[in-house]
C-alpha cells in the first residue's frame, strides 16, 4: 500500500515562505521520481516541481526561483521550500509520483493547504 501524507501547509502573507513536507510509505520512495502538485479552485490539478531518485530537479516557469523541491531518502520524505509567496500560489499543495505531463491517476493523499493572502 503506497501513502502520501503532506503537511506544512498554512496562510501566509504575500512575500512570505513555507517548507511542506510528503512522508511517502510504502516501499516506493527509492523507486520514483516524486512530484509536488497543487489545484486550486475551479482549476485542474497542475505540476508544480519533481525530483528524481538521482536528485535533478525540474519546475514548472510559474515558481522557478522561488520554490526548491528535495528528498531525504532515510526519511521517505520529500519537501516543497517555497520562497516570495504569491496570492497565485493559494492552492491545496499534494505530493505523488511523476508519471509524466498529467498527473497520476492513483494514490492522492489529502493534500495541504497554502493560503496567500494579505
Known amino acids: 500500500q503506497v501513502q502520501f501524507v503532506e503537511s506544512g501547509g498554512g496562510l501566509v502573507q504575500p512575500g512570505g515562505s513555507l517548507r511542506l513536507s510528503c512522508v511517502v510509505r510504502?516501499?516506493?520512495?527509492?523507486?520514483?521520481?516524486l512530484g509536488w502538485y497543487r489545484q486550486a479552485p475551479g482549476k485542474q490539478r497542475e505540476l508544480v516541481a519533481s525530483?528524481?531518485?538521482?536528485?535533478?530537479?525540474t519546475y514548472e516557469d510559474f515558481v522557478k526561483g522561488r520554490f526548491t523541491i528535495s528528498r531525504d531518502t532515510p526519511r521517505n520524505t520529500v519537501y516543497l521550500q517555497m520562497n516570495s509567496l504569491k496570492l497565485e500560489d493559494t492552492a491545496v499543495y499534494f505530493c505523488?509520483?511523476?508519471?509524466?505531463?498529467?498527473?497520476?491517476?492513483?494514490?492522492w493523499g489529502q493534500g495541504t493547504q497554502v493560503t496567500v493572502s494579505s
Open positions: 505523488n509520483r511523476y508519471v509524466g505531463p498529467h498527473p497520476p491517476s492513483d494514490f
Open positions: 510504502g516501499s516506493i520512495f527509492s523507486w520514483y521520481t
Open positions: 525530483i528524481t531518485t538521482e536528485g535533478r530537479t
